[in-house]
């Protein structure tokens, strides 16, 4: 079974920027690689998607124009960077693997999920 293993989280004040990392054990990126976020009481919400060669990506309106997803194939590793991080922006943050035929920003279509990394913004 494949494993996504995520790091980078922790705890940031608001403004500031914060790099997540995803790598899967035992096998290389799948096609399509997305993150997704839950805080406490809400539901998983998508953030961000990418294809293999980087080329073609999408992003939830409420982090478009200050998170950027990219992969380096080489490293098998998919990053989100976000910037001017908001307490909203509070949540656990999961990597997910898809090895369909196109980008989704649907975590039902997502097969495999890593355990998630914690991110909290004080304000």
């Known amino acids: 079974q494949v494993q996504l293993v995520e790091s980078g989280g922790g705890l940031v004040q608001a403004g500031d920027s914060l790099r997540l990392s995803c790598t899967p054990s035992?096998?290389?990126?799948?096609?399509?690689m997305g993150w997704f976020r839950q805080a406490p009481g809400k539901e998983r919400e998508f953030v961000a998607a990418i294809n293999w060669s980087g080329g073609s990506t999408r992003y939830a309106d409420s982090v478009k124009g200050r998170s950027t997803i990219s992969r380096d194939n080489a490293k098998n590793t998919v990053y989100l960077q976000m910037s001017r991080l908001t307490p909203d922006d509070s949540a656990v943050y999961y990597c997910?693997?898809?090895?369909?035929?196109?980008?989704?920003?649907?975590?039902?279509?997502?097969?495999?999920w890593g355990q998630g990394t914690q991110v909290t913004v004080s304000s």
């Open positions: 035992r096998r290389t990126l799948s096609r399509y």
């Open positions: 997910a693997a898809r090895s369909g035929v196109a980008l989704t920003t649907t975590a039902s279509r997502y097969d495999y």
